[in-house]
């Protein structure tokens, strides 16, 4: 059942914000708590993985090529939807290895690399075609994909792979403004980070053993917010 909505229920189940999605409209939270999706999710997804268990529906061919630039986790559902859809999917990506940020910026405590290598081996056994190493814009543009190797469509899913601008300044509540510069340097010992991700840096850092660390945790990266919501882990 779950395999006609998501392909990747042990990743998901591990890693999407559950509390301020599924489980926040749990009807269970007018009266108890809301029920464990992500952990059922997660349990029904190693489950398929111990037992080998690919389930989804594929819908006959229809002829169509599509072209999947980045294998991030928006990459990956596009590669799972498309196929079962009857497409066929060839997924590039630019690095030595397929995932994106699932592989490159979560924790493996929390998404372990063998949990993520099987959920995209699924991809390969319903056909997908991955190849790595590949730099779209580089080797060959959207154009040509589209005008000389046969794509019928092109999703562009690079994710993290282009540098975003951050803000320069980030205001703590009432602690005031600390100064950062783009590469987001400071003299200050801290962890900025949004939501998740705070806990997972700071997570590492004392797995590291490298020492007391701040970790100041925001809902989102602001010049100004009046709804920073700094938190510290020792």
Known sequence: ?????????????????KESQCEALCR?????????????ERWIGDM????????????PANGLNIGIIGSGPAGLACAGDMKK????VTIFEALDKTGGILRSAIPESQLPPSILDAE??????LGVRIECNVIVG?????EQMLEELGFDAVFVSTGLGYQSNFKTTLKLAADGNIEVNEALQTSIRCVFAAGN?????????IAMGVGKKAAIGMKKFLSISEKAEPFALN
């Open 120 to 125: 995209i081996n699924k991809l390969l056994t």
């Open 85 to 88: 859809a009857g497409c066929d």
């Open 138 to 142: 580089q080797q060959f543009t959207i």
């Open 48 to 59: 398929a993985i111990e037992n080998g268990w690919i389930t989804a529906h594929k819908n």
């Open 28 to 40: 269970s939270n007018k009266k108890l708590e809301a029920v464990g999706i992500g952990r059922l």
């Open 1 to 17: 059942i779950i395999s006609a909505t998501t392909l990747h229920p042990a990743i998901c189940g591990r890693v999407c914000p």
């Open 197 to 205: 991700v705070a806990n997972d840096a700071a997570s590492v850092i």
